[in-house]
């Protein structure tokens, strides 16, 4: 009987690079030499190009991050895989109260709500990188994640943060070099009028939906990390004046999905980009009840199981005799938002389990995240 250690290193590695990262991530505890290798910069790159993108769900409520998997058979529920605890390293003994969490490549950035705690992390490996903010950090800032293929260390795949700061509608950025470890200010400009918060990453680069004011026009506008430039990626399948939210998440990391809700109709609508980045319409249902309430939505739509789940936040507003018109269901929604999965036969189901206020798409990868003194080489 042929045991997996007596087999050639290069065949071993082969296999190794086709397994998905959350199963290899049990074996670096079971074998040095494979551990070694799943800490290999060569490797976790093959396995990030090689391996099946198995997609998690990150739940957030009240500063706390878990990551869960989700049953949407029969009674729709959460179950939950891990959290994720980072410790405050100006407090050691508080836990950091994640606000704002950004998703790349299996890499988070998370930041707290005043702007002054900035960490990257990678769950799968439990890695972790704190990064002291620009000098220049405010509240209002918010910071995304994207990659570049860094020439000065043979093509490898290296990380930078972007931040924007925005002021009376318009945005300053800085940019955060890893192997630098330090912040620069970018001379560039976005001409589109851009939601900085409600960014997405998808095939390295940051994406956002935006207003194009001479086309008059909703866009897709991208920032590119090697070239350090804004530019547009693709307009949204269509555009009129009264679609009240959109809403734009990754499909499995290959696709682009974005929900719309057309305040002249009763009716939702999910887009999803095909192999030449062409959209092409998924799904189409009825507006539910309060929809008029919604304030801010998440959506993840698998596409091999063609269900979607969606979490709704909604505005209520606090005035005398409002909550005359409100259920039970709406008064809890005032601390965590709505929750449910749309399958093919459109019927609308209820995800039991975890408060949750938002959530997030999450892949897990190996990314290995550069330490401060480390100067990667390919195989090092």
Known sequence: MIHMSDLPEDLIEEILSRVPAASLKRFRTTCKRWNALLKDQGFTEKHFRKAPKQSQVLFGFLG???ICSLSVNGCPSIEVIDEIRLTDPVYIYKQFVISEVFHCDGLLLCTNEKK???????PCTRQARWIKPSNRHKMSDT???GSYQ????NNITSYKILRCDTYEDKARFEIYEFGCNSWRI???TNDYKTRYSDGVSWRGKTNWVSWDKKERAMVIVSFDYTQERFGVRMRLPYFRFGISTISLSVVGEEKLSVLLLPSDTMRREIWVTNKIDEWNKVFTMDK?????LVNGVSLLFDDEKKVFLCCERLFIPDLPGFERVLGEEDEKLKESGRVYVVGEDKEVKQVNGEAIDVFYDYVPSLVQILKLSQKRKRGD
């Open 116 to 122: 002054t705690g900035l960490v990257v992390c990678n």
């Open 150 to 153: 860094d020439i000065k260390s």
């Open 64 to 66: 706390r991050l878990k």
């Open 143 to 145: 910071y995304t994640l």
């Open 186 to 188: 970018l001379d560039v």
């Open 288 to 292: 539910r009840k309060r929809d008029w």
